[in-house]
């Protein structure tokens, strides 16, 4: 795009039309009823909304280009926002801006490699919020006190495995976000805890809000072949979902600060001729990650996933069932098996804390 255009939404006629003074293309843009803000590479522009008219306010030039940006009103009722959100290349930072002139309010370094591709200014239960999605599918959020522009209470949560898309929606007069990536999910506030809901959708790329006569309080939710119109049930409801181990999960606790469960299960492996095998795959021999507890016998690990239990005085008899004992890291969020840690044969467990 090259210019930024104020359309009527009567007679869909061009009421006026604003194009970046060094006539480069416009890179990424965010609005809301009154206000637009946009960016030429690191170059960054503030226009409202008048009558017939788009009115440059303020501009500035960052030291780095700008990869994602939000200019969303904080609070019930509020028709304009004091603040912009900023997502940058090459440092891998998130900042506050404030308005009119564009002046930082605050910095906050990332980290990692993983370049934010979508933030959004959120106000949940009262309390004002600034997420940050990476490409990584992960997403950090913070506290955002307005009045400061300062950011406090840094957290990361991982929501999918691909870059995320950050959307608000109103579902039951209170404000929710949707999270559009392959793990489609929904953020809302519980007691002044942001929870993370997973939806019932395989891959959402996009979503908007839909409330028209036949579809009222609905959302268009957009993927690579389709579009689905559908409506998001009670959220603050109990959410259940099953995750399938394939082994008897025996314990469980959970770690607030890695965001992880600890599970303790038990899967059965069979001598066969090549050795102690597992019985069927399963989230313990199918995991990435999998260490081995030390003992006299060595364990050898195959391609596929499979162990054998080699040189031990009491390697069990042909066709034996031996049952074996595991702990799992699952993660909070994806219920993915992050790291599986097996112990040694005859050895039980019985317990775990964090």
């Known amino acids: 795009p090259i210019s930024a255009r104020l359309v009527s939404a009567q007679n869909k006629t061009l009421l006026a039309e604003w194009k970046p003074p060094t006539e480069k293309n416009i890179s990424v843009v965010a609005c809301n009823t009154s206000q637009v803000i946009l960016s030429t590479g690191s170059a960054l ?12 306010k303020g501009n500035t030039t960052l030291d780095v280009e700008v990869a994602c940006l939000d200019i969303s009103p904080l609070g019930d009722g509020t028709a304009t926002s004091e603040l912009v ?11 506050i801006l404030r308005l009119p002139d564009l002046s930082e309010a605050t910095k906050e ?23 940050c999605a990476l490409g ?7 506290s955002l006190h307005k009045d400061s522009g300062t950011l406090t209470d840094k957290k990361k949560v991982t929501l999918g495995t691909q870059p995320t898309v950050l959307r608000t929606f109103r579902s039951l007069s209170t404000t929710n976000v949707f999270a ?36 009222p309080d609905s959302l268009a939710l957009a993927t690579d072949t389709s579009v689905t119109i559908g409506t998001i ?6 959410h259940i979902r099953t995750v399938q ?41 199918m995991t990435q990650s999998i260490t081995v507890s030390s003992s006299v016998a060595s364990l050898a690990v195959s391609k596929s996933g499979s162990s054998s239990l080699l040189g031990s005085s009491l390697a069990p008899e042909y066709g034996q069932e031996v049952e074996v004992h595991n702990l799992l890291i699952i993660d909070q969020n ?17 317990s775990l804390i964090s």
């Not at 934010?116 to 004002?128: K, T, W």
């Open 180 to 215: 559009c990536s392959d793990r489609p999910t929904v953020i809302y506030s519980s007691n002044h805890k942001l929870v993370f809901s997973n939806v019932n959708m395989k891959e959402v790329n996009h979503m908007c809000s839909l409330n028209a006569e036949a579809y």
């Open 245 to 285: 181990l394939q082994e008897s999960p025996r314990r469980i606790t959970y770690q607030e600060q890695s965001k992880t469960f600890g599970v303790l299960t038990a899967r059965i492996n069979i001598q066969d001729s090549t050795g102690l095998n597992p019985a069927r795959p399963s989230a313990s021999t």
């Open 233 to 238: 049930d009670e959220i603050q409801k109990l």
């Open 109 to 131: 370094l990332l980290g990692g490699e993983i370049i934010p591709r979508s933030v959004l200014m959120a106000c949940f239960e009262g309390h004002d919020y600034l997420l």
């Open 334 to 350: 994806t219920f993915e098996v992050l790291h599986a840690h097996q112990l040694m044969q005859q050895e039980y467990a019985m």
């Open 136 to 142: 990584d599918g992960s997403m950090f959020y913070f």
């Open 85 to 95: 959100a900023v997502g940058l290349w090459t440092d891998i930072s998130a900042r």
């Open 45 to 56: 522009y503030y226009l409202e909304i008048h009558p017939n008219e788009l009115i440059l």
